[in-house]
């Protein structure tokens, strides 16, 4: 079993990474304890910095994960500020902010940053595409889950476990998978 320290104080990302990660036999533990979170316009420096900040402060392999939404119709708004716009208004006043918009598009982001110590960080991206939905609708996930439509159907109305297979978060794992693997394979060649 292979072990990752993942540095995130959110029980909803925490818990999907776990699960997506252990059919892999890559046991995911949490650190509550933050990392200094760069102001950028980008979600992949953040994550890079994040990463490479918590494996030479822990000294063991950290995994961070920088995500935000980005809706077309607000310039791409809140994208890397998403956690402090959830935190100062929520998803009642966004969708209050998309009245009046006919164009729903936006898309979720999650940057993995994976960092061993001394060595570089790796950063690995995964996008999903969707909508806003035009009320909220669904208990299950968090954040933005209940007003982000992906083929029809809110992530919060989708369920862990489907959202788990085609989220965001997904894509970036699996892009760092598809890494891990290859490393294992081939110990020298790489990073
Ligand atoms: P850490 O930095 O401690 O990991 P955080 O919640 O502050 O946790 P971010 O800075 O990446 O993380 O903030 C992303 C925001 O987007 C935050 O409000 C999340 O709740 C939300 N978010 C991230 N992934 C999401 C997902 O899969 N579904 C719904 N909302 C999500």
Redesign the pocket.
Known sequence: MHKVVF????E??FA?VRDILKPFGIEVIQD?N?YP?LQEDE?EPIAAYGAQYAANKLKMPAM??????FIKALNGFPG?Y??F???KLGNSKVLKLMEGETDRTAY?K?VIGYCEPGKEPLVFPGVVEGKIAYEERGTG?????PI?EYQGVT?GELGDAE?NKV???RRAIDSFLEWFKDKLENPESKN
Request: proline share 3%; charged share 35%.
């Open positions: 540095v995130t104080g959110n909803g990302k999907e509550k933050g979170e979600l961070v994960d920088d995500s935000g939404i890397p998403s956690r716009v959830e935190d979720f999650t996930g968090f954040g933005y889950d982000f992530f959202k989220s965001h978060r």
